[in-house]
């Protein structure tokens, strides 16, 4: 293999083609060919020998040809001299892997609170040049600075996201605006990564960077809306389905911090805390997580678990129990009739319990698992248990009904740490994985699914639980919290109107979306467009009260003949409910009141 390699590098050479015309060859003395396949793997192996270099009390981040040194001490000229004993080992390391730093384009940065006395120590050299100090640096997209609040960072963010909002009032446009969902599926897909890019680490700043972002948020969602500007955020959230930008901030800082403890790493870091501190005002905190098995990803001469989902060819989804039952039996006679055989199977109960069964002739267990498990999860822990502690190295198959599971088993690419441990002593134990039909009278797995509904009603144990497991509870934890907190809110208009928090039908035009969501609302630009004006509220000629929408709408005179002739309800729930016909209606009223382009 080394010779192909040194054959694919060596004596490689390039040209430039400019105008027709070809440049002389000119020979690549080193470097990795960009674009190749090799390429990445080839950079990789040869930046490995840099840890190697690096002093044990000098900590290395590298990121690509990015190298950034930390140096950490109580003592500053220490860490000074810890750092140049760095610095001096990978310049010389450099040359020997074909690389050159230059000196005028590293940085120095000191986290310190004693400034003064840092002016007295000795400069930072590479190269007989002496390495500039700055009190800012960009480290993979996080401005950083020598005090670590961040405020540059979210000053940065700022500017790049007011930019994107521009492109995102252009598609908001009234001739070219999407639909809403793609519009919010567009600005958490693009907007929201670039604002909370770094987000574990500049979280570290506290509410003062939130009070910087949180109004790019509101306005992003109050663009996509067509809320008027001075529509409550709480009221432009609820209309539009959305999550305030705390829960956002919840939700996002919990996934990185999940991640982060499903690899076994250290629960004390300061990202960890502040995930949990930040969760206390949505009283809950993270799970215990499981951690994810080595490997994580199969190796191409590991041995491949066997999954036969040839029963799914055969039998169709609400086919007949007994074809189901015939050609089960058949599957048994050809081909596993002397192996033992393991019936498993997982359950959720309504009111959340989980519990999964495992099924033989010599062995009944029941065991249930913590409320946050999915079914998929249940039914993943019950094959493993059974493969695991029950099925003898000699061989066994396990017959289970989840089709998903059994395909996670064979794909090898999941991040599952039952699928992941599953997969690698099934693997080892001569074990095959099979799918059979659920519900379909086959003995063993009824008798499975008895014990899974038996497991669900035990205690739940106090089990670490997958990490996909335990973001998908905590973002429905976010999610009810926040519809509690819209329920409990009475001095709402919009409350009124709407009491749930997640998103309602829309039309197709965008002017009607728009009308719509702002008298749902209550804030139009006739009720309330003298705020932008600081004038005084406008007051109803007829009844000498001011303008609102349910005057309007139910109560003003003035509009009495267009509310019957449009057939308006008699209350404001109903004539701004999410039915077609009534908001049809309610379209038609304005219309016909010349109010529709005053909205």
């Known amino acids: 293999m080394g010779y192909f390699i040194r054959s694919f590098l060596t004596e490689r050479k390039a040209r430039v083609y400019i105008d027709g015309k070809l440049s002389s060859p000119h020979t690549i003395a080193n470097g990795v060919p960009q674009g190749s396949v090799l390429a990445p793997t080839l950079f990789l192996i040869g930046m490995q020998s840099l840890f190697d270099v690096v002093p044990e009390d000098v900590n290395v981040l590298a990121y690509a040809d990015d190298i950034t040194l930390i140096s950490v001490s109580p003592y500053s000229v220490l860490s000074r001299k810890q750092l140049q004993i760095a610095v001096n080992r990978v310049d010389n390391w450099a040359p020997s892997m074909g690389f050159i730093f230059a000196p005028e384009k590293s940085k120095l940065m000191h986290l310190s609170s004693r400034k003064k006395k840092l002016n007295k120590l000795p400069p930072l050299i590479m190269g007989n040049k002496v390495i500039p100090i700055v009190h800012s640096s960009r480290i993979l997209g996080v401005l950083v600075d020598d005090k670590l609040k961040f405020i540059n960072h979210a000053n940065q963010v700022r500017k790049s996201a007011s930019l994107k909002l521009n492109i995102l009032k252009k598609l908001c446009s009234a001739r070219g605006a999407g639909s809403r969902s793609s519009l919010f599926r567009f600005l958490h897909g693009w907007l929201m990564p670039a604002m909370l890019h770094g987000l574990g680490l500049f979280s570290r700043g506290g509410d003062r960077i939130n009070e910087k972002l949180e109004p790019l948020y509101n306005q992003a969602v109050r663009i996509i809306g067509g809320a008027f500007r001075s529509s409550p955020i709480v009221s432009i959230m609820a209309e539009s389905g959305q999550i305030p930008f705390d829960y956002v901030i919840a939700r996002n800082l919990s996934s990185k911090t999940i991640r982060w403890l499903s690899y076994n790493r250290n629960p004390e870091v300061p990202m960890v805390q502040r995930t949990e501190s930040y969760l206390q005002k ?62 498993t199977d997982g359950s959720k109960s309504t009111d959340g319990q989980v519990g999964c069964g495992i099924f033989s002739t010599t062995d009944s267990v029941a065991l249930s698992l913590p409320p946050k498990c999915s079914v998929f999860s249940s039914e993943a822990f019950a094959i493993l248990k059974a493969a695991q502690d029950l099925c003898p190295s000699t061989g066994a198959v396990i017959f289970s009904d989840s089709a998903s599971v ?15 441990a599953l997969s690698n002593i099934a693997a080892t134990k001569k074990i095959t994985l099979c799918w059979i039909p659920g519900h379909s009278g086959i003995p063993g797995n009824e008798a499975a699914d008895r014990l899974a509904l038996n497991g669900s009603q035990l205690e739940p144990p106090n089990t670490a639980i997958p990490p996909s497991d335990a973001s998908h509870w905590l973002k429905n934890h976010l999610l009810l919290s926040w519809a509690n907190t819209w329920n409990n809110i009475t001095e709402n208009k919009l409350r009124e109107i709407k009491n749930c928090t997640y998103a309602w039908s829309d039309r197709n035009s965008f002017f009607e979306r728009r009308a719509l969501t702002r008298i749902r609302i209550g804030h139009t630009r006739l009720t309330h467009g003298y705020l932008m004006g600081k004038e005084d509220p406008p007051i109803c000629p007829a009844c000498s009260v001011v303008i609102t929408i349910k005057h309007i709408l139910t109560q003003c005179p003035i509009h009495q003949q267009a509310r019957l002739d449009c057939d308006l309800a008699d209350n404001l729930r109903q004539i701004l409910s999410n039915d077609p016909e009534e908001e049809e209606k309610v379209l038609s009223f304005l219309r016909s009141s010349s109010i529709y382009e005053e909205i």
Request: no cysteine; hydrophobic share 40%; net charge positive.
């Open 406 to 420: 059994l395909r996670a088993v064979q794909a090898a690419n999941t991040k599952h740490p039952w699928i992941i």
């Open 282 to 343: 949505y009283e809950t905190s993270i799970p215990e997580i499981s951690t994810r098995p080595e490997p994580r990803l199969r190796k191409f001469n590991a041995p491949v678990p066997k999954v036969d989902l040839s029963l799914l060819s055969a039998v169709r989804a609400g086919g007949s129990s007994t074809v189901a039952l015939a050609n089960y039996l058949q599957l048994v006679s050809r081909k596993y009739q002397s192996i033992p055989k393991f019936f």
